[in-house]
């Protein structure tokens, strides 16, 4: 395979996206999924890896075995390619300097591998541009790390400088007396340690973010990324957390980004702690286990993304197309044929399952925790795509009593419930969770003001609020939240509810309030279904089938009323 010459330079016709052959430091998994986008899009990959059979083998262009760390190798590897780049950050950087002065295109570039593969130069790097992070300190003695255990306390973590993924190199010595048994199953001093202040997040996060060469950025929805054993396990997508966490989240991932040198696509993986701060974990140089699920879930996935940047191409648009996702990580639970077995059966139940995706990567060999697949599951609702995923491990249904609602029904006194319990019916038929409670605007207005402008991040998707005597429950929590408000006007002895009716309809402008018939709560919970179905298809079939269970009752009526006669019909079938 001869490299072709930097387009624009090039006297041959481009054909298709580029002639631009891609090298690739690394065939495992990621190297898969990032040469099955580049056949999509008719971009050649050749691969450098060890393994004859190594997961990307069967899908790249070309497989060149050996040795990513053998500078040699990657030298002559790298006079194939027109542009060089990496799905595993353990390689020959020293290598890519040299090879980037002989003019050859990296990307990243190898001063941005060289930062990333040592992690505690990776947290003096970011710290130099005001990049929040965990208090670290390096450590090279045990005097040093008792120090440090003074100085940041107990528990503390202790990490490995290199070659750290998946939870290896990391140990977490709960007082002093540890420390000399945690330094010695890292490799002892000798390996490189150091140590961080131990962070107490409440969730754990992570954006991608695509660099191009000009240096512009894109970035992905922030997600949650579960972890088991400390490996990545569960992937929600979008994260549920706050609007303000998101932008945040996203600044700080921008911003690291910004201070590192290469074009392509970039992990941030980040902690949340319990007063709202964000703080940055670790980055990735490369597409990443947390943006798997883009794959199926946003209009560019990250693979597609990483050669759009390294290519000079244009940067898709990261958004996600579905509401939901979550991807789940197929990890080794047995040794040998046992291991392949019980992942065959998990993939069986998945092909089962509406809107599941297989991605298998034909490692040769299976071990316990390694990673072997994973499953992504897109739907209208993160209710449904979890719903799935308990199908999936076979785990309970939800209990009710904790299944994040939907739908909130609110009413200003107790004296309200026989009217709004007609939604509560209707939301029950269509089997969409909802909480009922009481909020009043002028008894109790703090807790008003809490509810509604939770109401966004604690998942709530439209609000049916009761509108009684004074009427002013659906306009004051339209006003705190921008999830729907749909406003049920009660009948009062005094004005029949009409006073309430025409308070939610004058509602002045920018606060918009829906309403239906006095009374008719029923109408409000079908009113917050339609509303839902818009982007579930499940729901909207139910919805659909509802309408047309209405107008057949109505023809079947009309029937009976024209074979018996209208005498004959109100006897049998009108109360008197």
């Not at 702690?273 to 996935?301: F, K, M, W």
């Amino acid at each position: 395979m001869q490299p072709a010459p930097p387009e624009g330079h090039s006297e041959q016709p481009v054909h298709g996206v580029t002639n631009t052959v891609v090298g690739v430091l690394g065939g495992g998994q990621l190297g898969k999924m990032l040469c099955q986008a580049a056949s999509q899009m008719g971009v050649r990959v050749a691969i450098l890896d060890p393994l004859e059979d190594c997961p990307a083998s069967s899908v790249c262009h070309e497989h060149v075995v050996g040795s990513f760390n053998d500078g040699d190798m990657v030298s002559e590897f790298a006079k194939r390619c027109g542009v060089l780049t990496v799905e595993i950050e353990h390689v020959d950087a020293v290598t890519l300097e040299k090879l980037e002065k002989q003019g050859i295109d990296c990307e990243p570039k190898a001063s941005t591998i060289m930062t990333i593969q040592d992690k505690y130069r990776q947290k003096t790097h970011f710290s130099k541009f005001g990049i929040p992070l965990p208090d670290f300190v390096e450590v090279d003695t045990l005097s040093s790390i008792e120090k440090a255990g003074e100085m940041f306390g107990y528990p503390l973590m202790v990490k490995s400088k290199r070659l750290a993924y998946d939870g290896r190199g990391n140990a977490v010595a709960h007082d002093k007396n540890e420390l000399s048994s945690v330094v010695a199953s890292l490799g002892g001093f000798e390996h490189g340690l150091y140590v961080e202040r131990w962070t107490s997040f409440v969730k754990e996060l992570s954006v991608i973010v695509a660099r191009s060469r000009d240096g512009s950025t894109v970035c992905y929805p922030v997600v949650e990324t579960i972890h088991k054993d400390n490996i990545c396990h569960v992937v929600e997508a979008p994260a549920e957390v706050p609007d303000k966490i998101k932008k945040l989240a996203t600044n700080v991932a921008e911003k690291a980004i910004k201070s590192l040198e290469g074009a392509g696509v970039f992990a941030v993986e980040l902690f949340l702690t319990q007063d709202d701060q964000v703080l940055l974990n670790e980055v990735a140089p490369r597409p990443h286990n947390s943006g798997h699920h883009t794959i199926e879930s946003c209009y560019t996935s990250q693979y597609e993304q990483h050669l759009r940047a390294i290519l000079g191409l244009p940067l898709g648009d990261p958004s996600m197309k579905t509401p939901a996702a979550i991807m789940y990580n197929i990890l080794g639970e047995g040794e040998g044929e046992a291991g392949f077995t019980l992942a065959h059966q998990l993939i069986e139940r998945a092909l089962d399952i509406s809107g599941a995706s297989v991605h298998w990567y034909a490692k040769p060999e299976i071990r316990k925790q390694r990673k072997m697949g994973h499953i992504t599951i897109v739907g209208a609702s993160k209710y449904s795509v979890k719903a799935r995923l308990d199908k999936l491990l076979q785990r309970d249904a939800h209990d009710p009593q904790k299944v994040k609602p939907r739908v909130a029904i609110i009413m200003g006194s107790d004296s309200d419930l026989p009217v709004m319990k007609d939604a509560a019916v209707v939301l029950k038929k269509f089997n969409i969770p909802f909480e009922l409670t009481i909020v009043s605007a002028h008894r109790t207005p703090e807790r008003m003001f809490d509810y509604a402008l939770s109401a966004k991040e604690r998942g709530l998707e439209v609000i049916i609020a009761g509108a009684g005597g004074a009427a002013h429950l659906p306009g004051m929590v339209a006003s705190l939240t921008s999830v729907p408000v749909i406003g049920v006007p009660i009948r009062t002895s005094s004005l029949h509810g009409t006073d309430s009716l025409l308070s939610i309809v004058q509602m002045p402008k920018g606060i918009p309030v829906a309403t239906v018939a006095i009374n008719n709560a029923e109408n409000a919970g079908l009113l917050s279904v339609r509303m839902l179905a818009l982007r579930d298809p499940e729901l909207w079939d139910k919805s659909t089938e509802y309408q047309q269970d209405l107008r057949d009752m109505v023809l079947e009526k009309a029937k009976k009323l024209e074979e018996l006669g209208w005498e004959e019909y109100s006897k049998l079938y009108l109360k008197h």
